[in-house]
T-cell receptor
Framework: EPEVTQTPSHQVTQMGQEVILRCVPI?????FYWYRQILGQKVEFLVS????????KSEIFDDQFSVERPDGSNFTLKIRSTKLEDSAMYFCASSDHYEQYFGPGTRLTVT | QKEVEQNSGPLSVPEGAIASLNCTYS??????FFWYRQYSGKSPELIMS????GDKEDGRFTAQLNKASQYVSLLIRDSQPSDSATYLC??????????FGAGTILRVKS
């Protein structure tokens, strides 16, 4: 069964550093998303991406965040200057229309 | 502000019983509704989607939607210890963005 994959599973970084989280969506899906979940809190939408451009973003997704589809398979989330409050699980998801399938997540720890 | 509300639980049911999980949402124009299961430390796993009023059954799971009352529920029949998890209700209010509830913790006791 096709699935979304994410790398790395765990990333530790120092405050102020840049991180790139990588995702390989399900191959025939056209919509891609990033969500995050701070420990003990709700899953929160960050951004959606379709046809090589951002289709929607949340208030969380400020100028320090960016997304890119550098090739036909990868989808990345870049955080330019990490803050302590960016520590969370980051989930990539993909869909062909309404049903979104989540990857296993990257645990980002900012120290 | 679009909101999705769930009772945090925990909801405890004996093995073999029916577990009933409920969710309310704030906007009547919502079109798509989803239930995800999330085990501790893992990612959300889609278990049910429902788009129109009424019931939708898939194996031991039944999703129920009432748009007039703005609630969606999930019934799990013949509950098993492996069903113990947090169940997340998610609503697509517009576009493709999902708004999640905080989740209901389900504990199935053998």
């Amino acid at each position: 069964e096709p699935e979304v994959t994410q790398t790395p599973s765990h990333q530790v970084t120092q405050m102020g550093q840049e991180v790139i989280l990588r995702c390989v969506p399900i191959s025939n899906h056209l919509y891609f998303y990033w969500y995050r979940q701070i420990l003990g809190q709700k899953v929160e939408f960050l951004v959606s991406f379709y046809n090589n451009e951002i289709s929607e973003k949340s208030e969380i997704f400020d100028d320090q965040f960016s997304v890119e589809r550098p090739d036909g398979s990868n989808f990345t989330l870049k955080i330019r200057s990490t803050k302590l409050e960016d520590s969370a699980m980051y989930f990539c998801a993909s869909s062909d229309h309404y049903e979104q399938y989540f990857g296993p997540g990257t645990r980002l720890t900012v120290t | 502000q679009k909101e999705v509300e769930q009772n945090s639980g925990p909801l405890s049911v004996p093995e073999g019983a029916i577990a009933s999980l409920n969710c309310t949402y704030s906007d009547r124009v919502s079109q798509s509704f989803f239930w995800y299961r999330q085990y501790s430390g893992k990612s959300p796993e889609l278990i049910m989607s429902i788009y129109s009023n009424g019931d939708k059954e898939d194996g031991r799971f039944t999703a129920q939607l009432n748009k007039a009352s703005q609630y969606v529920s999930l019934l799990i029949r013949d509950s098993q210890p492996s069903d113990s998890a947090t169940y997340l209700c998610a609503v697509n209010f517009y576009g493709n963005k999902l708004v999640f509830g905080a989740g209901t913790i389900l504990r199935v006791k053998s």
